[in-house]
């Protein structure tokens, strides 16, 4: 690095002493010298040459002294370092200057030496100033970019270790969710362009903000889908419980957000949630040049495939039994055995519930009448069909006793 310094002073032969002083220096490409005669000078000289890593500056000069001068650079934005130079005997003028920003001063007649050492002490110090503006920018541009993935607080603790290695891509636990919309297809084809961009800007930032409410992760949006991830990349141990609340949360705000458009004229159909979790490739997988933080693996896929079976099921939200079983307090009740593309072996699959519709006497009922589903009872069937007559606006009730009557047996079932 060549270091760029600007000596202000009306002596006409410091400039040929200050040459032949660091001659050797400015032949090793170290330093680059420039001059000026007053402070006025020293600011046009400052124009013409931004780069200037500090400045030495005497006090006393005509046009504008040397404490003028340093008044006007601690008023720049981009405050450069400066050695103030004094007579011996003028120390009230050294601690206005001191008391004014500068970072050293020295006294007159100048010892060449003591210049030497107090230079490359000065340069340390605009060396150490840049690297922490260069770590604040860095920092800066990080949380820009993760702001759009992650909450407030994990995007700024990322940004504050953008070298760590929280980024890369690992196998890790998780807990996600996909979230989807009914009919959307439709929608874009119907809705006016300017009507479509409020909405899905009022939708997906909604949405947004619920999830770093939770300090989930928004690992991708595409189209109408969100996937949401918990417990990456920070440790989260309670990932399932966050995930069923964050669900539930989601599912409420699209519900209202729906019946407020419906009043607009606007059929927006409904948010269908799904969630699974176990272990996930999680990290960016953008490489250098991209920034793409999200996960990948069987535990995505069933995430996504519960979601979709909400369309089935008549619910809104699904879950698996590892988020059921993981989160705490879990209100909900058993949908059935899943047997879901891509695996071998049936899913235990749950419909989460809020504490309220969990402990009405038609969650009790349902549990009754799946109880003698799932062990082969006879008596399901009605059981089934009392609970609909009272509850018609149960569709997952309504779904197993369709099953029945069409001759199907047990709790386990294939959706496509």
């Not at 992650?150 to 969710?177: C, K, N, Y």
């Not at 006016?192 to 989930?216: D, R």
């Not at 069937?381 to 606006?393: I, K, Q, S, T, Y």
Request: with cysteine; aromatic share 8%.
């Amino acid at each position: 690095m060549t270091a760029t310094i600007l000596f202000v002073d009306d002596e006409p032969d410091l400039e040929a002493l200050i040459l032949q002083k660091f001659r050797r220096q400015i032949r090793d490409g170290k330093l680059a010298l420039i001059f000026a005669r007053d402070g006025l000078e020293a600011l046009e000289s400052l124009e013409l040459n931004p780069h200037v890593d500090m400045v030495v500056s005497d006090i006393n000069m005509p046009r504008m002294d040397g404490l003028s001068l340093l008044a006007k650079l601690q008023e720049a934005e981009d405050k450069k370092s400066t050695i103030i130079v004094s007579a011996y005997g003028d120390m009230s003028n050294i601690r206005i200057a001191m008391n004014r920003g500068a970072f050293d001063f020295l006294t007159k007649p100048i010892d060449f030496a003591d210049l030497e050492t107090t230079i490359e002490k000065t340069i340390r110090h605009v060396e150490m100033l840049r690297e922490v503006r260069r770590r604040q920018m860095e920092a800066e541009r990080a949380y820009a970019s993760l702001s759009r993935f992650f909450s407030p607080e994990i995007a700024r603790r990322l940004a504050a270790d953008v070298q760590g290695d929280g980024m890369e891509v690992h196998w890790r636990d998780v807990a996600t969710l996909f979230t989807d919309i009914t009919g959307f297809t439709s929608l874009v084809e119907s809705a006016a362009p300017q009507t479509l961009g409020e909405l899905l800007n009022e939708y997906f930032g909604g949405m947004t903000e619920i999830v770093f409410a939770h300090e989930g992760t928004v690992a991708k949006i595409i189209g109408d889908a969100i996937q949401v991830l918990f417990n990456a990349p920070g440790d989260q141990p309670d990932y399932a419980t966050r995930a069923v609340a964050c669900a539930h949360d989601l599912d409420a705000w699209a519900e209202d957000f729906s019946a407020r458009w419906k009043a607009r004229g606007v059929n927006f159909g409904t948010t269908r949630i799904g969630a699974h979790a176990g272990p996930a490739l999680v990290g960016n997988f953008g490489g250098n040049r991209f920034f793409d933080y999200t996960a990948y693996g069987d535990t995505v896929n069933t995430a996504a495939r519960l979601e979709a079976a909400n369309k089935y099921l008549g619910t809104r939200i699904c879950v698996s039994a590892s988020v059921a079983e993981g989160a705490a307090n879990f209100h909900g009740r058993p949908v059935g055995d899943l047997m879901l593309r891509g695996r071998s072996e049936p899913l235990r699959a749950f419909e989460p519930l809020p504490q309220a519709k969990f402990e009405a006497p038609a969650t009790a009922q349902y549990s009754e009448a799946f109880a003698k589903m799932e062990a082969g009872d006879a008596a399901a069937m009605p059981a089934f069909a009392a609970l609909v007559g009272m509850h018609a606006d149960d569709p997952l009730a309504g779904f197993h006793l369709r099953r029945l009557l069409n001759g199907a047996k047990g709790t386990r079932m294939q959706l496509e």
